[in-house]
C-alpha cells in the first residue's frame, strides 16, 4: 500500500474531520444512480455532492450535503479540504462531446483544468490524512479515433492502446486526464528533493454511450440511443441524428454504476492499468430502432443525419475490448443487449411515464 508523507504535525492530524465521499457533476445521470447506490451501502462513507447545479430534489435525502457550486473555484475547493476527510472522488464533471464542440475552450476549462483542480485536491487530502485517496474517473470511447468507416468495420473491438486520435475536445480532454491521472499517481514531482508519493489513487473506465431509463443525458453525442427509447415511450416521433448503420457500443446505466463502484473496490495491487475498457453490446442505430419498436409498435422513427455529430460517432469504435479489466478486477455487465431491453430499461422507463 502506498504511505504518504505529511508535513502536518501530529495535533493538527488529530482534528476530526468528517469522513465522506465527493462527487463532482453529481446531478448528472450517472451521479444519480451512483448516489442511490452508494446509499445503500452501509460500510459506505456519506456522500458529499458538488455540481454546478442544485441536486435535485428527488436525490438529497441519499446525501450528507449538496454543495452548488464550480470546480474551477479553488477556495471552494480549500473549504471543503479543511471541512472534510475525502476518502473517494468520484469526479463525475464534464462538458459532453456535443456540448464540448460548441464550446471548446470552456469544454477544456471544465473537463481538464477541473480535473487538475480536483487532482490537486486529492493530494492535499491524502497528505492531511496520512492515506491514500481514490480518484475514480469516467473516461470515455471518445478518447479513440478511427481514421476511417472501413478500419472501423475491419477492426471490431478496440484495445485500451489502439487508436488513441480522437477528433472531439472531449475526446482529447478525457485522454489527456486519464495522463494526468496516471501522473499523478506514480510520477509526481518526481524531481522535488524530498520524492514523495502523492496519496492519489487513480482509476479510471472508458464507458461507451450510456443509456438510462430514469434520466436523459445532455449534451452528447451517443445521445441519439436513449433519446430514440424515451421519446418511443413517451409516444412521441424521433428524428435520429446519425445514419441507421451507425454502430457504437453501448451499456445499460445499472453497469456503468457497477463498474464504478467494483473498480473503486478492487484491490490496487490487482490493477495493472490506470484506465479500462468496460462494455456490453454494441448495435446500430438500426438495431436500437427494432428493438425499441419491439416493446413500442408504435414508435415513429425516422433518420436525418447531422454531418458534423455523425462524423463524430464515426470515429468512434464499433466495439471496445473490455478483457483487460475483466482479468484484473473480475468486471462483467449484469445486463446484455436483451436483458438491459426487457429486465430494466423498458420496464423502468414504463413506469416512469404513466
Ligand atoms: N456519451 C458521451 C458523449 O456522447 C461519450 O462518452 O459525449
Not at 94 to 123: C, M
Not at 216 to 222: A, R
Not at 298 to 317: F, L, M
Request: hydrophobic content about 35%.
Amino acid at each position: 500500500m502506498m504511505m504518504i508523507q505529511s508535513d502536518l504535525t501530529s495535533q493538527e492530524q488529530t482534528v476530526t474531520r468528517k469522513k465522506v465521499i465527493l462527487i463532482t457533476g453529481a446531478n448528472g445521470e450517472v451521479g444519480h444512480g451512483l448516489i442511490k447506490q452508494l446509499y445503500k451501502d452501509p460500510s459506505a462513507p456519506p456522500v458529499i455532492t458538488l455540481d454546478i447545479r442544485g441536486l435535485d430534489e428527488d436525490i438529497m435525502p441519499y446525501v450528507d450535503s449538496s454543495i452548488v457550486g464550480d470546480i474551477l473555484d479553488n477556495d471552494l475547493l480549500d473549504n471543503l479540504t479543511s471541512e472534510y476527510e475525502i476518502d473517494t472522488i468520484f469526479h463525475l464533471a464534464a462538458l459532453l462531446s456535443t456540448h464540448s464542440e460548441y464550446r471548446p475552450e470552456a469544454a477544456h476549462r471544465v473537463n481538464v483544468q477541473g480535473t487538475v483542480n480536483l487532482l490537486h485536491l486529492a493530494v492535499e487530502q491524502a497528505r492531511c490524512r496520512d492515506h491514500p485517496v481514490k480518484f475514480i474517473y469516467p473516461s470515455s470511447v471518445a478518447v479513440y479515433g478511427m481514421p476511417d468507416l472501413e478500419t472501423k468495420a475491419r477492426v471490431g473491438a478496440v484495445r485500451e492502446n489502439d487508436f488513441l486520435e480522437p477528433i472531439t475536445m472531449y475526446g482529447c480532454n478525457k485522454l489527456y486526464c486519464e495522463h494526468l491521472g496516471r501522473y499523478y499517481t506514480f510520477h509526481y514531482r518526481q524531481l522535488a528533493p524530498k520524492a514523495q508519493e502523492s496519496g492519489v489513487d487513480f482509476r479510471g473506465v472508458r464507458f461507451p454511450g450510456l443509456i438510462s431509463a430514469t434520466t436523459m443525458p445532455s449534451g452528447g453525442t451517443s445521445d441519439y440511443a436513449p433519446e430514440m427509447l424515451h421519446a418511443a415511450a413517451k409516444g412521441e416521433p424521433y428524428e435520429s441524428f446519425v445514419r441507421p448503420d451507425t454502430i457504437m457500443p453501448f451499456m445499460a446505466m445499472p453497469d456503468a454504476i457497477k463498474a464504478l463502484l467494483t473498480l473503486a473496490d478492487a484491490p490496487r495491487d490487482q490493477l495493472t492499468r490506470s484506465v479500462y475498457n468496460v462494455t456490453s453490446f454494441s448495435l446500430t442505430a438500426e438495431q436500437i430502432a427494432e428493438r425499441v419498436k419491439t416493446f413500442f409498435p408504435n414508435a415513429q422513427i425516422s433518420y436525418e443525419p447531422t454531418h458534423g455529430r455523425q462524423k463524430i460517432v464515426d470515429s468512434w469504435p464499433a466495439a471496445i475490448d473490455d478483457s483487460t479489466a475483466r482479468a484484473d478486477w473480475g468486471w462483467q455487465p449484469d445486463y446484455d443487449v436483451e436483458q438491459a431491453f426487457a429486465d430494466y430499461l423498458v420496464p423502468t422507463i414504463k413506469q416512469q411515464y404513466t
